[in-house]
T-cell receptor, first 109, second 115 residues
Framework: GQNIDQPTEMTATEGAIVQINCTYQ??????LFWYQQHAGEAPTFLSY??LDGLEEKGRFSSFLSRSKGYSYLLLKELQMKDSASYLC??????????WGAGTKLIIKP | DAMVIQNPRYQVTQFGKPVTLSCSQT?????MYWYQQKSSQAPKLLFH???????NEADTPDNFQSRRPNTSFCFLDIRSPGLGDAAMYLC??????????????FGPGTRLTVL
């Protein structure tokens, strides 16, 4: 079967750094997405990784290791508005997008 | 601004009363998707269209149907909503140019309540 694993919930402090992990077991791999979803709203695209390594985009960075079936999303200088769920999704060999259930990130002052 | 629009944002229906949700896009994307998302769960793909080619997910209940009359619009029909169909319904689009990097862009969603 196809599976995406993320922690259900994480808590961090405003101004700090947090790393959200994602591990996947899928039939093939054609890239990994991270989306941000605020409560009651639609997911918004954050990043796409298909090659190993770190992609940096402002305060957010995303890392991929294909050999380990592992990715993380790194959020720096946390702000209260970063409180949201972060969804990891993998494109499999059939170009189907397999979604994780998301990690709810709670930011405390 | 190019975008994905969903109407209504909130829909309340009665048990068994048909309901239609609509989605439109100004991105001129080839592919349109309908997802169902329940609280703290992954989005579940119901259907997708590549242009007018309809693709039904194997486990999508027969109670759900979809129409795409033209490139810009897509509809989700729920013939006889049950209490278990209460969820957020998300419409998304993508260019559909192939490859794993085909990013999906989402509308704001329709929150369906079944009484």
């Amino acid at each position: 079967g196809q599976n995406i694993d993320q922690p259900t919930e994480m808590t961090a402090t405003e101004g700090a750094i947090v790393q959200i992990n994602c591990t996947y077991q899928t039939s093939g791999f054609n890239g990994l997405f991270w989306y941000q979803q605020h409560a009651g709203e639609a997911p918004t695209f954050l990043s796409y990784n298909v090659l190993d390594g770190l992609e940096e985009k402002g305060r957010f960075s995303s890392f991929l290791s294909r050999s380990k079936g592992y990715s993380y999303l790194l959020l720096k200088e946390l702000q209260m508005k970063d409180s949201a769920s972060y969804l990891c999704a993998v494109t499999d060999s059939n170009y189907q997008l397999i979604w994780g259930a998301g990690t709810k990130l709670i930011i405390k002052p | 601004d190019a975008m994905v629009i969903q109407n209504p944002r909130y829909q309340v229906t009665q048990f068994g009363k048909p309901v239609t949700l609509s989605c439109s896009q100004t991105l001129n994307h080839n592919v349109m998707y309908w997802y169902q998302q329940k609280s703290s769960q992954a989005p579940k793909l119901l259907f997708h269209y590549y242009d007018k080619d309809f693709n039904n997910e194997a486990d999508t209940p027969d109670n759900f149907q979809s129409r795409r009359p033209n490139t810009s619009f897509c509809f989700l029909d729920i013939r006889s909503p049950g209490l278990g169909d209460a969820a957020m319904y998300l419409c998304a689009t993508s260019r559909g140019e192939g490859g794993g990097s085909d990013t999906q862009y989402f509308g704001p969603g329709t929150r369906l309540t079944v009484l």
